[in-house]
């Protein structure tokens, strides 16, 4: 099985895309949903720039891949675990062939805004909504734990491998149910979700995010709006780590710790460079 590597926003920034154009010509290079939606909403770059390099990039050979949601809804419809490879065929085809331009989604200013608003909903309903009403219920129900959080916890990235630890000793079947149950697949109780599945690993990461929140609102104070969404896009790409074998990445504060600590077994790159021989391949 050829190796796949996922790429966001920062290491797409950061790396020139001519070296990733000869890269992708003997790699699995992923172009995810998220990235596009990154490159599309950025504020520290031309938008339109980006998103050319993006298809560029396809055309060169990387693929695109969705997001979370894909994901998740197909594991429902077939109750399987999504397939190995995690590009898109039928989207990447139409992006080499230009059928479709990724330029083209800023063109409706009403449609993006509506995206981003859904983005923000989702990432204030999966994380501070929930971390809000675990630190109330904890200071009520439980003072003593609550007293050893705000004691113990740092309250930064440092302390992400030790929630992993605590949410993977509490993960089970009936948690991942309740979850995509309440906002997916409420037709399908027969689902048998497993750790092999996208859906388990993107509701483990939730938790270890949620806790993480908890954890900073014990210090005083969560984080804001904008912030939240981010800490979203960047848990997506940890999530496709999940299923990948890489992730090249230039984020310190978020990506890099939680991909180490949620999967210590895959490889997290800053550079081209980091990236092993056993992920190239030649199609010759």
């Given amino acids: 099985m050829l190796k796949q590597i996922v790429i966001d926003k920062d290491a797409f920034i950061g790396i020139n895309n001519g070296e990733l154009c000869d890269f992708v010509k003997n790699h699995i290079l992923l172009i995810s949903d998220t990235l596009l939606y990154e490159c599309a909403t950025t504020k520290n770059c031309t938008p339109e720039d980006l998103l050319n390099l993006c298809q560029i990039l396809i055309e060169n050979g990387a693929y695109f891949c969705s997001c979370s949601a894909h994901y998740l809804l197909w594991e429902a419809q077939y109750n399987h675990p999504y397939p190995l490879f995690l590009g898109d065929l039928d989207v990447t085809e139409s992006i080499r062939k230009r059928q479709a331009k990724l330029v083209d989604c800023l063109k409706s200013p009403k449609i993006l805004q509506d995206v981003i608003s859904s983005r923000y909903d989702v990432a204030k309903k999966c994380f501070i ?156």
């Avoid at 483990?204 to 896009?233: C, T, W």
């Fill in 129 to 284: 909504n929930i971390s809000m009403e675990l630190k109330g219920r904890l200071e009520s129900q439980k003072p003593d734990v609550a007293k050893v959080i705000k004691k113990e916890i740092s309250g930064d990235t440092s302390c992400l491998q030790g929630l992993c630890d605590c949410v993977d000793r509490g993960i089970n079947h009936k948690m991942v149910m309740a979850l995509l149950s309440k906002n997916l697949i409420k037709d399908k109780p027969q689902l048998s979700p497993s750790s092999e599945w996208i859906s388990w690993q993107y509701v483990r990461l939730l938790n270890v995010i949620v806790m993480f929140y908890q954890s900073l609102g014990a210090k005083g104070g969560f984080p804001q709006n904008e912030r939240v969404e981010h800490d979203f896009q960047d848990m997506e790409y940890v999530l496709l780590l999940s299923r990948a074998d890489g992730l090249l990445t230039r984020d310190k504060r978020l990506v890099k710790p939680l991909a180490k600590a949620a999967f210590p077994d895959k490889g997290v790159f800053s550079s081209l460079d980091e990236v092993p021989d056993s992920y190239r391949f030649d199609w010759r």
